[in-house]
């Protein structure tokens, strides 16, 4: 009977050690996008409301009754080549999920096609990559992948949004196209034509151009055609500082643009060059503005200005991580490919209502609402942004479900899913 006992008190002992050994275990996760460059103002944003969600996951216990997220960071320099560098090096300290998305969609496609051949070799080293920003169709498109989930919208759902806009002002006439040279800004240019062609035959389309990402310090030679083109709107995928240069050119030549672009307002500067050029209308959509009132978003805004002295600008970054930390407790299970079946399917109860990740295509569906940056006049802009007197005013709020496109994903699924 003594030794029974004592070989219980051992098995127990034993349970207990494995118990606490496996609430302090941890799950890798990594960060890859510019940390460096001239979008490094964007890499950081990213990773901060990246970073401020895994802590609070932590701070609330973390996964599976314990397991803490262990947040690894690379700086992939705004580059698919150091991209696939930043990857490898992910897998090789065992990270399980890469959060990524503000390096440009042939970065994202890099990764994901790295991801795919990896993950076919290596299924016991399996690794996800979640896309908070890269919003390409193709995508989750004819180039969906089952290791790939966008938890931002597409291209093809924000002009859908934009076009319902653009659709009832009358005083767009001439539309010029000025975007980035590279696979979202040449489909951002494609989508503009044929969405506001589709829904305004009126409109005359007066000129287009594309230019390299990042290395234009002066628009003015840019601008100089846009003015000559008599054009009265610009659709504009560009983001970061090839934006706020591009207005600050624009304003410079005296031109009051319409610009119609994808998320100005959820990156920093925008608003402070609309306020420095005080010319210029910047409509954009994205899943929340600071002007908008909400008391989901309000507390977690606070927490994230405490903790970083920085103002809140994306509620889809901070749900990324969230939604991954569902989908690993549902699946009760670390592996990639269960919290990938996970996701699949799941509606979240994000800060800016529920959100649900098609099965089909991997893509978020997601409210969107488009916006202009305007001057406070405390009734549809209440206060101001950036340290300025601008702020948004919300044109229109277009739910998830009614911005869903079909998809041309034929997903190819491993075994076992």
């Given amino acids: 009977m ?71 960071t ?34 994202v496609s890099a990764m994901v096609e790295a991801a795919n051949k990896h993950n076919d070799r290596n299924p016991d080293k399996a690794i996800l990559i979640v896309n908070h920003s890269s919003i390409d169709p193709d995508l989750t498109g004819k180039h969906c992948s089952f290791w790939h989930f966008t938890t931002e919208a597409n291209t093809a759902m924000k002009m859908k949004a934009l076009t319902s806009f653009m659709t009832e002002k009358q005083d767009i006439k001439k539309v010029y196209l000025l975007n980035q040279d590279y696979a979202h800004g040449r489909v951002w240019a494609k989508l503009g034509k044929e969405m506001l062609a589709g829904a305004r035959s009126d409109v005359q389309f007066v000129g287009e151009d594309f230019h390299p990402i990042g290395k234009v310090k002066d628009f003015s030679p840019y601008v100089s055609k846009i003015k000559a083109s008599g054009a009265d709107t610009v659709i504009t995928g560009n983001w970061g500082g090839d934006l706020n240069l591009f207005i600050k050119a624009a304003a410079d030549a005296g031109m009051n643009l319409r610009f119609i672009n994808h998320s100005a307002g959820a990156l920093p500067g925008a608003v402070f060059a ?56 549902k699946a009760n299970s670390t592996s990639p490919i269960k919290i990938a079946l996970a996701l699949e399917g799941m509606t979240y109860p994000s800060i800016v209502g529920d959100v649900t990740m ?55 699924r491993p075994a076992g899913a």
């Fill in 358 to 412: 098609r099965k089909e295509d991997h893509q978020l569906l997601l409210p969107q609402t488009v916006s202009t940056v305007a001057p406070v006049d405390g009734k549809t802009v209440k206060f101001g942004v950036e340290g300025t007197n601008y702020g948004f005013r919300t044109e229109t709020v277009v739910e998830g479900k009614n911005l869903a496109l079909p998809t041309e994903c034929k997903m190819r």
């Fill in 274 to 329: 609309v306020s420095q050029a005080k010319l210029g209308q910047l409509t954009w959509v994205g899943e929340w503005h600071q002007n908008v009132e909400s008391p989901k978003v309000a507390p977690v805004a606070a927490a994230y200005k405490q903790r970083f002295n920085k103002p809140f600008l994306a509620p889809r970054m901070d749900m990324t991580p969230r939604m991954v930390a569902a989908a690993i407790n």
């Fill in 2 to 72: 003594k030794k029974t006992l004592i070989g219980i008190s051992l098995a127990a002992a034993s349970m207990m050690g494995s118990a606490v050994a496996s609430a302090q275990e941890t799950l890798k996760v990594a960060f890859i996008d510019p940390l460096s460059g001239p979008f490094a103002d964007v890499g950081e944003l990213m990773l901060s409301h990246i970073r401020f969600a895994i802590e609070d996951i932590n701070a609330k216990g973390g996964v599976l009754n314990g397991m803490k997220l262990d947040l690894m």
């Fill in 74 to 107: 690379l700086d992939n320099k705004l580059s698919a080549q150091e991209s696939l560098t930043a990857l490898q090096a992910a897998i090789d300290a065992g990270a399980r999920v890469v959060f990524t998305g503000g390096s440009g969609s042939s970065a």
